[in-house]
């Protein structure tokens, strides 16, 4: 069965510190992959899609970059953080055919 | 893609079935009709999705109009663990399945 994994669960980094978060799916191949950001009591927003091996695209201009250097691997990254960078980030992936959605746990990111 | 109106929030009775509306009045042919809740610091879980026939699943069922304006997800006998923040998204299939999330229902169940 497929499998997302997503860490770490909660991070707490101060502003000006670079940032890594880490997704792997296991179970399928040639997934689509997003990352989504939800701030404290606000919706889900979409940041990033990849639809292949380093194939990115940008949802909103922002802080922040992804990368896909493997099939099942998605990385958000950031360079220097921002108070504003603070939420709850979630990895989730798709097959191509149809836009059932499976979600990882989230990380919990506070910039202080 | 299609654009939703959901209410911003509703109660229900422990027991009781919870009838959560969705108006997509812009809906094209090829686009189906998802939903998804969203329980407190957890990730989105989808429930169930439809085109044009009504659809059944063991989490709840999918009533879609027959001009597909709208649509009602049904939990059948709602628990206090159903509490959540429930989504309706319209979008066709395709590479991206891309999905943008509302604001969606607050559906609180009480005892």
């Known amino acids: 069965s497929q499998t997302i994994h997503q860490w770490p669960a909660t991070l707490v980094q101060p502003v000006g510190s670079p940032l890594s978060l880490e997704c792997t799916v296991e179970?399928?191949?040639?997934?689509?992959l997003y990352w989504y950001r939800q701030a404290a009591g606000r919706g889900l927003q979409l940041l990033f899609y990849s639809v292949g091996i380093g194939q990115i695209s940008s949802e909103v201009p922002q802080n922040l970059s992804a990368s896909r250097p493997q099939d099942r691997q998605f990385i958000l990254s950031s360079k220097k953080l921002l108070l504003s960078d603070s939420g709850f980030y979630l990895c989730?992936?798709?097959?191509?055919?149809?836009?059932?959605?499976?979600f990882g746990q989230g990380t919990r990111l506070t910039v202080v | 893609d299609a654009k939703t109106t959901q209410p911003t929030s509703m109660d229900c009775a422990e027991g009781r079935a919870a009838n959560l509306p969705c108006n997509h009045s812009?809906?094209?042919?090829?686009?189906?009709v998802y939903w998804y809740r969203q329980i407190h610091s957890q990730g989105p879980q989808y429930i169930i999705h439809?085109?044009?026939n009504n659809e059944t699943n063991e989490m709840a069922s999918l009533i879609i109009t027959e001009d597909r304006k709208s649509s009602t997800l049904i939990l059948p006998h709602a628990t206090l663990r159903d509490t959540a923040v429930y989504y309706c998204i319209v979008r066709v299939g395709g590479a991206t399945n891309k999905l943008i999330f509302g604001t969606g229902t607050l559906l609180a169940v009480q005892p």
């Open positions: 989730a992936w798709t097959t191509k055919r149809q836009a059932i959605a499976f």
């Open positions: 179970g399928t191949s040639n997934p689509n």
């Open positions: 439809g085109l044009k």
């Open positions: 812009t809906i094209s042919g090829n686009e189906y």
